[in-house]
Nanobody, 123 residues
């Protein structure tokens, strides 16, 4: 079992930056690739970014490429999503999830999910 807790969400003006974190506990963190997802009201959940177990591989959705950066600190069992140049349309609940094995755009199967953290970008 892996427990995931997101933090760092909040309210930010358009053009600003925010870093959200995903802290893991339980089973060996390095066994899992991690993905960040978001879901806005009335919209489907979408994959934002993902990172492999060692951090060697990453994936970004086209909508965030060049603005968001995913990273992980395996010593701290934490994955980060640095979000820069935020836009109103980035407003959503952001979730992290753990899974394996790594495929081209993240883990093939996600086994564990966090509860989410709200990110609101004001225009």
């Amino acid at each position: 079992q892996v427990q995931l807790v997101e933090s760092g969400g909040g309210l930010v003006q358009a053009g600003g930056s925010l870093r959200v974190s995903c802290a893991a506990s339980g089973r060996t963190f390095t066994n899992y690739a991690i993905g960040w997802f978001r879901q806005a009201p009335g919209k489907e959940r979408e994959t934002v970014a993902a990172i492999s177990r060692t951090g060697s591989f990453t994936y970004y959705a086209d909508s965030v490429k060049g603005r968001f950066t995913i990273s992980r600190d395996n010593a701290k069992n934490t994955v980060y999503l640095q979000m820069n140049s935020l836009k109103f349309e980035d407003t959503a609940v952001y979730y992290c999830a753990a899974g394996s094995p790594w495929a081209n755009s993240g883990p093939r199967i996600y086994d564990y999910w966090g509860q989410g953290t709200q990110v609101t970008v004001s225009s």
